[in-house]
């Protein structure tokens, strides 16, 4: 029998009263080394269970390939990890899942058929879910409640009120859970808006909320949506994520804690979006796109009780608190801040252009006119593209199917320009200074939306381009390999800046590995690796500042940097901090 059952106001656990009081806590923006610590630091606040998404993009990045449990991806050890700390999971499979995550968890290969219609009955698309959870599932029933682990419900959809009313569809996912072993309690989650709950809800599956204030008001229309049963806010969002040029987002932590004692004391129970953010590891950060697009900084930290890096924060105090008045909290002191590296700098004296180092790797797809990046089996990252200009002079070259995401143009080599999705710019001023001149196009995708009508627009080229109003032809279309360049791929750096892209290497030694944070002044743009780890995107618009440096990252003795920059830099120089730094706050 499933361990978690509703009763006309509230949950049973095993046929005893019980309140959810969770926290989203996410495995795969977290290092595995770390989720243990996290999983601890979770029920030590008060929790007594933690929530998180599945991303499908990253278990199943090829349609007819095996799913990946692997490393950040063992799903099967994180729920052992938390059963192990006392901890009841909420799961949340998607197949969508928005969290600000690259595509909303939806696989570039199944969103690049512009013809599917994404969250519906489409069987296109319907049949691909099938598949997915054919192979996600049976790894996971061992950790379902049912089978003794800690799993005690599992979430069909995703605030799918927002997005469309395909009743059949949510119908034909629940059917799907069920029918592959899922026992567990099943429920839908909207924002507590009634057209939202009307549409993304189910007969006969649990009804709970998102929302962050007005708790009354929004408890009340979820009592006004089913007038029996558990009140729960599934995402109670108690911070903010943040995007490139933008501000830091923080909520005041008195006035989080009041909201969520004004929910507990309603007899509700709750979920906080989040607990622990994490970060957005490589390229694994969403997009916004309501006027504009809007990309999605690296790190996740939410302004969270946890911080990026683990530590309690202010929130995590109040929170502990208010938990305590109305539920048992264990009697252990606060958790202390783990250590931090000392300050310590990596000279990057190696270097590796990274046109040259494209154009040696594979070869080119060939075509008159660019190929969109999905075309070319590129579900994110960067792009070259090289062709010709048969005429000299001043002229506009032209993109009228824009771009995605943001592209440097390069002109026999030297730079000539940045075209970007956000500013709708579809045109740049160049001059060519010869007939035949090499016209090199660098398109970097920064995120898939998450959010929205846009969720699977291409990245790439997006159509022909012209200088002058002439079509040019004859295009080599080149995928950047993904990861570091092979340690033979780099030679010495040479003297003052190069403005070209390039990987930039060096070495830095190490202790003790402590948590730290990779601070790039003198930097413009790009990604870092450390030991081989992909960090994310560091942009010096902000408002973040540093990236952040897991421990299990680090090695005693000699560890390895590498910077992709976009720009050219004369810096060649890095630091790892004690602090991080994301940005000048909005409250």
């Known amino acids: 029998m499933p361990a978690l059952t509703t009763t006309s106001d509230g949950f049973l656990l095993n046929g005893e009263p019980f309140r959810v009081i969770s926290g989203a806590l996410h495995y795969f923006r977290v290092h595995p080394g770390q989720w243990a610590d996290r999983l601890r630091k979770a029920r030590l606040m008060g929790l007594n269970t933690v929530e998180t998404y599945v991303p499908w993009n990253l278990h199943q990045p090829d349609p007819e390939g095996p799913l990946d449990l692997d490393g950040i991806l063992d799903l099967p050890h994180f729920l052992r990890l938390a059963g192990a700390a006392g901890l009841r999971v909420l799961l949340r499979p998607g197949p969508y899942i928005c969290a600000e995550w690259d595509g909303g968890g939806l696989p570039g290969w199944l969103t690049a058929d512009r013809d599917i219609r994404l969250r519906s009955s489409d069987p296109r698309f319907t049949g691909a879910v099938d598949r997915y959870l ?73 009804a709970t909320g998102t929302f962050g204030s007005r708790i009354e008001q929004s408890l009340g229309r979820l009592r006004a949506h089913r007038s029996q049963g558990p009140l729960m806010c599934t995402e109670f969002w108690i911070g903010w994520f943040d995007h490139w040029g933008g501000p830091h987002h923080v909520r005041d932590t008195a006035d989080a804690a009041a909201d969520l004692d004004r929910l507990l004391s309603a007899g509700a129970s709750v979920n906080l979006y989040m607990f622990h953010g994490g970060t957005n590891f490589g390229r694994t950060n969403g997009a916004n796109h309501h006027h504009a697009y809007a990309p999605t900084v690296t790190s996740y930290d939410y302004d969270a009780p946890l911080t990026e890096s683990g530590d309690p924060g202010p929130k995590y105090h109040a929170f502990r608190e208010v938990i305590a008045r109305h539920a048992p909290v264990p009697d252990e002191p606060v958790p202390a801040a783990s250590p931090k590296l000392p300050l310590t700098d990596a000279e990057l004296d190696q270097w590796a252009p990274l046109l040259p180092y494209t154009l040696a790797a594979d070869p080119a797809a060939l075509d008159d006119d660019p190929r969109p990046a999905h075309e070319l089996g590129q579900a994110s990252g960067l792009v070259l593209y090289r062709t010709t200009v048969p005429t000299a002079g001043a002229g506009l070259l032209g993109f009228p199917g824009g771009v995605g995401d943001r592209a440097q143009v390069f002109v026999d080599g030297a730079p000539a320009g940045v075209l970007e999705r956000e500013r709708n710019e579809e045109t740049l001023a160049v001059r060519v200074p010869r007939p035949g001149a090499v016209l090199d196009v660098l398109v970097e995708d920064l995120g898939g939306v998450n959010y929205g009508p846009h969720i699977g627009d291409p990245k790439g080229l997006l159509g022909p381009v012209s200088f002058d109003g002439r079509a040019l032809r004859g295009w080599a279309c080149r995928p950047v390999p993904a990861g570091v360049p092979d340690p033979a791929a780099f030679a010495p750096a040479p003297a003052g800046s190069a403005a070209v892209p390039a990987y930039h290497r060096g070495t830095f030694e190490v202790a003790e590995p402590a948590d730290t944070f990779l601070s790039l002044p003198g930097w413009t743009k790009g990604q870092a690796w450390v030991n081989g780890f992909a960090l994310g995107r560091y942009w010096n618009r902000g408002p973040q500042h540093t990236l952040y440096v897991p421990a299990p990252v680090l090695r005693p003795g000699g560890n390895d940097l590498v910077v992709l920059e976009l720009h050219g830099t004369a810096a060649a120089r890095a630091r790892f901090t004690d602090a991080p730094d994301l940005g000048p706050v909005q409250v």
């Open 134 to 206: 054919d192979l996600l599932l049976p790894p996971l029933l061992p950790h379902l409640a049912a089978s003794g682990g800690p799993v005690i419900a599992v979430q069909v959809e995703n605030e799918y009120g927002a997005y469309g009313d395909d009743t059949a569809y949510l119908k034909h996912l629940a059917e799907g859970l069920r029918a592959r072993g899922v026992e567990e309690l099943l429920f839908t989650c909207d924002q507590a808006d009634p057209a939202h709950l009307a549409a993304g809800s189910l007969p006969g599956v649990l």
